[in-house]
Structures are given as structure tokens and as C-alpha cells.
């Protein structure tokens, strides 16, 4: 028996990197073995900060791609484009007749988007969370997963239902709760930021191994280690962190050690980091590469999710409709 149904979506950003694989993806495929799982590709969400949509519809076919090659399992767990199933922005209209503006642009997260893009501060910026209150709200997830720096925004979504049930004087709408996850903050390549395409740091996971030995080449390690003959700081060095995921017990100690001492150089360190990292994605890109073979799964797979959550999102919409007073 299945926890309960867990909720969570993410913008389509292309191809993945390790960012996205450590931070939210590994999470999701390992969520199915306990919670009846819905996973969206929310590209209502990216137009709030897109200046032009031209790769859109490859970014969506990209990350879609990378979740089943990742170990999304579609014959369970529910895949779909958050456009193709219309009602959310239905249920977005009338979620936003019971918030308040000023709540809205009381959110840290907004405040912090207006000064990352000062030129584009639009209405569907500002209502960015009431939006994403809808894509919870109407699939009914009783559990969503979240990283610390998100739980305001889940917190939102519960003064919402809060808001609707009593308004109306329902209980229509449920309540999710939050599961707290572990999100590590993953470094770039730069050794300083948080990876992103953006800025150009990231390591992809579909690279091929020698794309990927390249990147992993141009990491910066501890700034302090001027010369071959200098003992390291495995603690304040990137790759080493990189180290603690992907290599072996044996070698992060191994690494720990001859670089305290000066025992291995940086060029070796990433070279073997770079091998054993190419050694974990290596079942992932032989799947990523028998799906993008096979040109209609995803579309079949996507196709298949928005007829499963349409069902669910005109049922709750009946619901919703009967006790608001529409007809």
C-alpha cells in the first residue's frame, strides 16, 4: 500500500545536469517505491521568466527524457506537460480571488525575482504561487516534497486551502503536507556557485565521458593549492565533494589522505573522479539513448500522463465548481 500521492513539478530546462540529479530527480525515482507519484513538467511556470519560448518544446521533450532514463517509472507514476491539462489554469483563476495581493508580493521569492529580472516583472510572476497552489491543489496530493528554501512557498499553498475551503464552506480541497528532503546545494565547475546553465558550470548528465572528463578538468579545487608539491584541503575542495558521491569508500579515503599530504595531485584527483562519475551515468545514457531512439515514447509517455491526470484534475474541477456556485 502507497503513503498517500505525492505532487511535485519542476520548469523544463533542457538537458539535466548533476544539480538537477542530485537535488531533485534521484528524489523523485526514489519516492515511487512508498507514494503514488505525480510529476510535472510545469512550462506554464517557465513563461514567468522566458524571454523568448523558441526551445521550449524541446526543453519539455529534454527533461522528459532525462526523468524516464533516470528511473521515472510511467506505468505508475504519472508524467505530463502542465498545459496539456487545462483545468489548472481554471483553478488558478479562482484560488486567486481568496489571495490577497499583498501576501503575494510579501514573498521573499518574488521579491527576489524582481531583482533578478527587473525588465519582466509580469502578472504571472506575481502570481507565480497561486499558480503552483492549482498544480497542487487539483490532483489532490496529500504529501509534496520540498527543500527548506521552498517550504514558504508549500506554506502558502496551505493558507490557500485554508483560504477556499472556508470561503466557500468546503473541504474540497486538501490540505498537503510537507516532506522536508534532504536538497544538496551542488557547487559548479566554478567551485563557488551553485551549478546552472546559466551560468555555465554545470555538468550534464547525458554528456558523453569525454564531455564530461573535459568538465570535470576545468573544476576548481582549493584555491590554496598553488603547486603539485602543496598539501591539500579535501574539505573546502569541490571535486573531493563530488568525491563523496560518486567514487567508492575506499577511494574517498584514499583521496582524503594523499591529498592532506600532497600524495595525489589535483589532475589525478579529477581524473578519477571523472571515471567513476562516467561509470554511474553510464546505465543512464544507454537507457536516455534507447528512448530517444524509439522518437514517439516520450510523446506516447506524455500522452498517456495528461489523459491519467486529466481524470483526476475535471473530477476535483466538478468539485471545485459545485462549491464556488458556477454552473
Known amino acids: 500500500m502507497k503513503k498517500g500521492r505525492v505532487f511535485s513539478g519542476a520548469r523544463p530546462t533542457g538537458r539535466q545536469h548533476l544539480g538537477n540529479y542530485l537535488g531533485a530527480i534521484k528524489n523523485y525515482v526514489a519516492l515511487q517505491d512508498e507514494y503514488e507519484c505525480i510529476y510535472c513538467i510545469v512550462d506554464l511556470h517557465a513563461l514567468t521568466t522566458l524571454d523568448t519560448t523558441e526551445d521550449l518544446r524541446q526543453n519539455t521533450y529534454e527533461m522528459a527524457l532525462d526523468w524516464l532514463a533516470a528511473g521515472i517509472r510511467p506505468e505508475e507514476t504519472i508524467v505530463f506537460v502542465q ?6 489554469t481554471e483553478l488558478h483563476t479562482i484560488l486567486s480571488m481568496v489571495t490577497p495581493l499583498g501576501k503575494l508580493t510579501d514573498l521573499p521569492t518574488f521579491k ?3 531583482r533578478m529580472q527587473p525588465h519582466n516583472v ?8 497561486v ?32 483560504s477556499f475551503n472556508y470561503r466557500y464552506k468546503t473541504n474540497v480541497l486538501i490540505e498537503p503536507e510537507m516532506k522536508i528532503t534532504e536538497v544538496p546545494k551542488v557547487i559548479g565547475t566554478d567551485g563557488q556557485q551553485k551549478m546552472s546553465k546559466s551560468l555555465n558550470n554545470h555538468i550534464e548528465l547525458a554528456a558523453t565521458p569525454e564531455e564530461t572528463l573535459q568538465r570535470v578538468m576545468t573544476m576548481v579545487t582549493d584555491p ?4 603539485r608539491s602543496d598539501p591539500g584541503r579535501p574539505e ?3 571535486v ?3 568525491h563523496k558521491v560518486f567514487s567508492s569508500t575506499e577511494e574517498v579515503q584514499m583521496v582524503d589522505t594523499e591529498c592532506r599530504r600532497a600524495g595525489i595531485g589535483c589532475v589525478d584527483c579529477k581524473k578519477l573522479m571523472a571515471r567513476n562519475l562516467n561509470a554511474h551515468l553510464e546505465p543512464f545514457r544507454q537507457r536516455r539513448a534507447e528512448y530517444a531512439a ?25 468539485e471545485v465548481r459545485a462549491a464556488v456556485g458556477l454552473p
Do not use: W
Open 83 to 88: 498545459s496539456h491539462v487545462p483545468q489548472v
Open 112 to 114: 527576489e525575482k524582481v
Open 122 to 129: 509580469n502578472y504571472g510572476l506575481v502570481g507565480y504561487p
Open 131 to 162: 499558480l503552483m497552489a492549482a498544480d497542487i491543489t487539483l490532483y489532490k496530493a496529500n504529501v509534496v516534497p520540498v527543500g527548506l528554501d521552498q517550504a514558504s512557498h508549500l506554506e502558502f499553498t496551505r493558507e490557500t486551502v485554508r
Open 224 to 227: 590554496q593549492r598553488q603547486r
Open 236 to 238: 573546502v575542495c569541490n
Open 240 to 242: 573531493f565533494s563530488f
Open 294 to 318: 524509439n522518437a514517439d515514447y516520450v510523446q506516447d509517455v506524455l500522452r498517456d500522463g495528461k489523459q491519467r491526470a486529466s481524470v483526476i484534475a475535471e473530477q476535483t474541477m466538478k
